[in-house]
Nanobody, 126 residues
Framework: QVQLVESGGGLVQAGGSLRPSCAASGRTFSNNGMGWFRQAPGKEREFVAV????????YYADSVKGRFTVSRDNAKNTVYLQMNSLQPEDTAVYYC???????????????????WGQGTQVTVSS
């Protein structure tokens, strides 16, 4: 019922910035939160950030606090992930995800999200 289309990944040198976006379509009114996850080769998918669709409340993984900012444009049904001070360890495929029944205790769990984008590659060189 919800489709997510990502864009804005790419290659950047350490210390640089990227701002991938995720546009949602379909029954977006069912979503209560939009999250970002990332997965590096050989590693598990890990939580990055989440924003509530209505209130704009945010929560971040410790590894990105102070560097990443998640935001949303409700009129465009789009969520953004501003990534600053990127480091090689940030290299991963970044996925956006929509949740319809997220709670504060589950918002960092991939299993709690109902819809996923295709992912966008972020590569940070040293």
């Amino acid at each position: 019922q919800v489709q997510l289309v990502e864009s804005g990944g790419g290659l950047v040198q350490a210390g640089g910035s990227l701002r991938p976006s995720c546009a949602a379509s379909g029954r977006t009114f069912s979503n209560n939160g939009m999250g970002w996850f990332r997965q590096a080769p050989g590693k598990e998918r890990e939580f990055v950030a989440v924003i509530s669709w209505s209130g704009g409340n945010t929560y971040y993984a410790d590894s990105v606090k102070g560097r990443f900012t998640v935001s949303r444009d409700n009129a465009k049904n789009t969520v953004y992930l501003q990534m600053n001070s990127l480091q090689p360890e940030d290299t991963a495929v970044y996925y956006c995800a929509a949740g319809t029944s997220l709670r504060r205790t589950t918002l960092d769990r991939a299993r709690a999200y109902d819809y996923w984008g295709q992912g966008t590659q972020v590569t940070v060189s040293s």
